[in-house]
């Protein structure tokens, strides 16, 4: 006798198993996530199945792990073709059944750390909790400071007490060579901070961090690579607005090229950072800090544009989401930059690189060359330091080349 479950999806049968009056739940969830239709079919059907299964081997509803969805695909797989979804559709039902209470979070046992690994994930809550820095800070500095801990004790106690400047020369040179001028700038800095952070703990008298050695820097070494102006209009122009994913694309492009936004700012911005009375948008910056940036009637009319019509109906307080299932916000800043890369391909756009940070300092250039001060673009882009702005003093040519003097004899 067949069965309908959410005027959606017709079985053959009705349901048996501990999972039948979950069921109709379950397709519920999976249809608010913006799957399609065919998509919830194939679920509902695999999660009917694999109910029928845990009846025939009398598993009882509590006593579901993530055991018996492999056990149950191992068997399906003689019975029928496997499909390419159907872990991951399992996976989905057992999240849900767990989210809901209906079956019991499985208990993982930690792995056993070595105590390099202690040390290091002590320092990473120091960072985190008395230096409050941001995620993407510790996730760089942590494993700098897990290989340097493995290379001086290896899998033995770590006695900071016993490190010397001998020890950490020894690591920086033997790994510099192996990394690029940025990445190497970026170990010595961790080193530093983890040095800071032994004195802190008490275990280490010497200021070691002093011993850190300087990778070579050249002050604004390289022009910024933006994006000009009449390229930034070109790709708007070239942005569907009928379509859905259009009218985000455009919004989040706009943030980008008219406010300066990192990318990850973007991704992560939430209904609740934009103050429509005020006018204002709040950003959550590096470190952890606040920005506020006025939201201008042409970015405000693309963000409202979306809103209204465009973003699809979710609990999410996430300003722009994903346009397939699951419907949810973007997991970090590569979200935003796959949009970029895309929308400059499609356009057939010929950019100085494929990231979003180039809008960034195309922002910048184009203030520049509109006669704004350093401190008036470092106040715009949320820079805490006057010296990171200094980099914009070298890509004003223009301006540069009204001071030079004439080639004796006439133009070169």
């Given at each position: ?233 070109q790709l708007l122009a070239s942005i569907d607005r009928r379509t859905a994913i259009g009218r985000r694309d455009y919004a989040i492009l706009l943030l980008l090229a008219r406010l300066g936004l990192r990318s990850g700012e973007v991704a992560f911005l939430e209904l609740d950072d934009i103050d429509w009375n005020a006018g204002t948008l709040s950003v959550q910056s590096k470190g952890g800090l606040r920005n506020e940036f006025p939201l201008s009637v042409e970015v405000g009319k693309a963000i409202a544009a979306y809103l209204h019509n465009g973003r699809p109906h979710t609990t999410s307080r996430r300003v722009f989401l994903r346009a397939k299932a699951p419907i949810r916000g973007f997991r970090g800043a590569s979200g935003v930059g796959s949009i970029v890369r ?71």
């Amino acid at each position: 006798m067949k069965c309908t479950i959410n005027d959606q999806v017709v079985l053959s049968r009705a349901p048996e198993g501990p999972l039948t009056a979950h069921i109709s739940a379950f397709a519920a969830f999976i249809s608010a996530q913006g799957y399609v239709l065919y998509s919830i079919h194939r679920q509902v059907h695999l999660a009917v199945c694999f109910s029928r299964w845990l009846k025939q081997k009398g598993v009882e509803l509590h006593c579901i792990s993530s055991d018996h969805p492999k056990r149950y695909l191992r068997y399906r797989a003689r019975q029928v073709k496997p499909g390419l979804g159907d872990a991951a559709a399992l996976k989905h039902l057992i999240d849900f059944l767990r989210d809901e209470g209906v079956i019991p979070a499985e208990k993982v046992s930690a792995p056993r750390l070595n105590p390099a690994e202690c040390c290091a994930r002590g320092y990473e809550q120091y960072l985190r909790e008395a230096c409050g820095l941001a995620k993407a800070t510790i996730v760089n500095y942590v494993p700098f400071i897990r290989s340097f801990l493995e290379d001086r004790f290896g899998n033995g106690t770590v006695t900071l007490s016993d490190l010397c400047a001998r020890d950490v020369v020894g690591f920086v040179q033997r790994q510099a060579p192996h990394l690029n001028r940025k990445r190497a700038k970026l170990m010595t800095t961790a080193m530093r901070s983890f040095l800071k952070y032994a004195r802190y703990c008490g275990e280490v008298v010497l200021d070691l961090a002093a011993a850190v050695p300087i990778v070579a820097n050249w002050s604004t070494p390289s022009i910024p690579r933006a994006i000009s102006a009449d390229q930034v209009q070109q790709l708007l122009a070239s942005i569907d607005r009928r379509t859905a994913i259009g009218r985000r694309d455009y919004a989040i492009l706009l943030l980008l090229a008219r406010l300066g936004l990192r990318s990850g700012e973007v991704a992560f911005l939430e209904l609740d950072d934009i103050d429509w009375n005020a006018g204002t948008l709040s950003v959550q910056s590096k470190g952890g800090l606040r920005n506020e940036f006025p939201l201008s009637v042409e970015v405000g009319k693309a963000i409202a544009a979306y809103l209204h019509n465009g973003r699809p109906h979710t609990t999410s307080r996430r300003v722009f989401l994903r346009a397939k299932a699951p419907i949810r916000g973007f997991r970090g800043a590569s979200g935003v930059g796959s949009i970029v890369r895309h929308s400059l391909k499609r356009a057939g756009i010929n950019a100085p690189t494929c990231g979003a940070h180039q809008f960034r300092h195309g922002l910048a250039t184009e203030m520049l060359r509109q006669g704004a001060s350093l401190g008036e673009i470092g106040d715009v882009l949320g820079h805490r330091h006057p010296q990171t702005t200094k980099i914009y003093t070298k890509v004003d040519l223009e301006a540069l080349r009204t001071l030079a003097l004439p080639w004796p004899g006439g133009e070169r």
